[in-house]
């Protein structure tokens, strides 16, 4: 069974930095676009970041200058690096596909990573 796994969370101070990571297990989802969403607490799931199976990057304004996604094909691997966080950044972090031609992932979530920005 195909599973998204993110991992990479934890409480940081204000102004601080974490790197997260989502793997597929049993999947290679090179050929696939990749997001992150987040869900703060009480609010629903929202758009943070979006990367193309060719690279091409996408941010909510919210993150845009602080955030930095990526992915490593050859680790079958997606990143999302976050720097000058702030406690609105709190949430759970969740990667998702965007691409319809990846249906095993496309519109899946993992269990998620919590992220706490603590002022």
């Known amino acids: 069974q195909v599973q998204l796994v993110e991992s990479g969370g934890g409480s940081v101070q204000a102004g601080g930095s974490l790197k997260l990571s989502c793997a597929a297990s049993?999947?290679?989802?090179?050929?696939?676009?990749m997001a992150w969403h987040r869900q703060p607490p009480g609010k629903e799931r929202e758009f943070v970041s979006s990367?193309?199976?060719?690279?091409?990057?996408n941010y909510a304004d919210s993150v845009k200058g602080r955030f930095t996604i990526s992915r490593d094909n050859a680790e079958n691997m997606v990143h999302l690096e976050m720097n000058s966080l702030k406690p609105e950044d709190t949430a759970w972090y969740y990667c998702?596909?965007?691409?319809?031609?990846?249906?095993?992932?496309?519109?899946?979530w993992g269990p998620g990573t919590r992220v706490t920005v603590f002022s």
């Open positions: 990367i193309s199976s060719d690279g091409i990057t």
């Open positions: 049993h999947y290679i989802f090179s050929g696939c676009g």
């Open positions: 998702t596909s965007t691409s319809r031609w990846c249906p095993d992932i496309f519109g899946k």
